[in-house]
């Protein structure tokens, strides 16, 4: 059964360096998301992705998040200058919304910020 | 904007036995999804069930069915012959169906434990 796979699985890095979290979608899905969940709080929505271009993003997602799909299969998430309350699990989640509208997750990036 | 409330932080449930996770949600919408998906300890999400606004009858697979209850906004999930596995941590999730993209709106989650 085909899955949305993440790496890495588990990212520590220091306050203010740049990260880069990669998603490789399910093949033939159009949505992309990623969402945040820090550690003992609710899953929460960071940004939606489709037809290459951002299609919503919450007000989490500020001006540090970019999102891009380099190569037409990996989707990632960056964040240019780490902060510590951005240490939490990040998962990117697809959907092929024209039949389902269902989002498929992936296991998800921890990372951490030190 | 649209809010979902899970009001049982957590619940705890006799190996067979049955369970039912409550769930609320406010929209001004008609046309939505609801879900509810899994994290187990490995923290992926994995969908359990999902329920369209629009139809009537409650979704069913296999030992989980919902409750659907669109005018009172209620979508609770009940676990009948509950397994060890079942153990996790379960988020109601809302979705708009009417816009150009499908963001999930999540509750902050029930943690049920079985015993055995």
């Known amino acids: 059964e085909p899955e949305v796979t993440q790496t890495p699985s588990h990212q520590v890095t220091q306050m203010g360096q740049e990260v880069i979290l990669r998603c490789v979608p399910i093949s033939n899905h159009l949505y992309f998301y990623w969402y945040r969940q820090i550690l003992g709080q609710k899953v929460e929505f960071l940004v939606s992705?489709?037809?290459?271009?951002?299609?919503?993003k919450s007000e989490i997602f500020d001006d540090q998040f970019s999102v891009e799909r380099p190569d037409g299969s990996n989707f990632t998430l960056k964040i240019r200058s780490t902060k510590l309350e951005d240490s939490a699990m990040y998962f990117c989640a697809t959907g092929l919304a024209a039949i389902s509208y269902e989002q498929y997750f992936g296991p998800g990036t921890r990372l951490t910020v030190t | 904007a649209q809010t979902v409330t899970q009001s049982q932080p957590e619940m705890s449930v006799q190996e067979a036995e049955t369970v039912t996770l409550s769930c609320t949600y406010d929209?001004?919408?008609?046309?939505?999804?609801l879900f509810w998906y899994k994290q187990p300890p490995s923290r992926q999400m994995i969908l359990v069930i999902r329920q369209e606004a629009y139809k009537q009858q409650n979704a069913t697979e296999n030992r989980f069915s919902v409750n659907f209850q669109k005018a009172a906004k209620s979508f609770s999930l009940k676990i009948s012959d509950s397994q060890l596995g079942d153990a996790a941590m379960y988020f109601c999730a809302y979705e708009y169906s009417g816009g150009s993209n499908y963001k999930l709106t999540f509750g902050k989650g029930t943690l049920l434990t079985v015993n055995p």
């Open positions: 992705f489709y037809n290459n271009e951002i299609s919503e």
């Open positions: 929209t001004s919408e008609s046309d939505y999804y």
